[in-house]
């Protein structure tokens, strides 16, 4: 009697997960683009920030694009060091900046790109850090990017 028990409950278990993976299989992606609104292409040209994705559909991203970010400030290039400061221009404490720098040439082609965290790792809205890395190439300095998480 118990067998028969553990056996029809091993049945249900089965049955049941059966239809949960199939739904899980089946139910179409999430890909967060819900949290942003559609617009009909005739409004592109009035959009900040867009985004068409591969069903067509066209997702207004401006207020993710109009909103101010961290900022660079001035870099500097001196005795062998390249330095600068950014700033937290977001509404939120921002942690784990990575700067992004690269050096060009003459001819204007990347012959150093690294990344240096800035001083202090983490920044207030407002507040802004120093970052400052050694280098041995000579040319323009250009800021590639900054990231960060908040």
Same mark, same amino acid.
């Given at each position: 009697?118990?067998?028969?028990?553990?056996?029809?409950? !091993?049945?249900?278990?089965?049955?049941?997960? =059966?239809?949960?993976?199939?739904?899980?299989?089946?139910? $179409? $992606?999430?890909?967060?683009?819900?949290?942003? $609104?559609?617009?009909?292409?005739?409004?592109?040209?009035?959009? =900040?920030?867009?985004?068409?994705?591969? @069903?067509? +559909?066209?997702? @207004?991203?401006? @207020?993710?694009?109009?909103?101010?970010?961290?900022?660079?400030?001035?870099?500097?290039?001196?005795? /062998?060091?390249?330095?600068?400061? *950014?700033?937290?221009?977001?509404?939120?404490?921002?942690?784990? =900046? +990575?700067? !992004?720098? &690269? #050096?060009?040439?003459? /001819?204007? !082609? #990347?012959? &150093? +790109?690294?990344?240096?965290?800035?001083? $202090?790792?983490?920044?207030?809205? /407002?507040?802004?850090?120093?970052?400052? #890395?050694?280098? #041995?190439?000579?040319?323009?300095? +250009? *800021?590639?990017?900054? *990231?960060?998480?908040?």
């Amino acid at each position: 009697m118990t067998t028969l028990k553990i056996l029809c409950l !091993t049945a249900s278990f089965s049955v049941a997960s =059966i239809f949960s993976i199939a739904e899980i299989i089946f139910s $179409p $992606p999430s890909y967060g683009f819900e949290t942003y $609104p559609l617009v009909s292409s005739q409004s592109i040209d009035e959009l =900040i920030c867009y985004m068409q994705i591969t @069903d067509g +559909r066209i997702l @207004d991203l401006s @207020d993710l694009c109009s909103k101010p970010q961290v900022e660079i400030g001035e870099v500097f290039r001196s005795n /062998g060091y390249i330095s600068g400061n *950014i700033i937290n221009k977001t509404d939120k404490t921002v942690h784990d =900046i +990575r700067v !992004t720098y &690269e #050096v060009l040439n003459a /001819g204007g !082609t #990347v012959i &150093e +790109r690294d990344s240096t965290s800035t001083n $202090p790792q983490a920044l207030a809205p /407002g507040e802004s850090a120093m970052f400052k #890395v050694i280098t #041995v190439n000579s040319g323009t300095v +250009r *800021i590639a990017s900054v *990231i960060w998480n908040v």
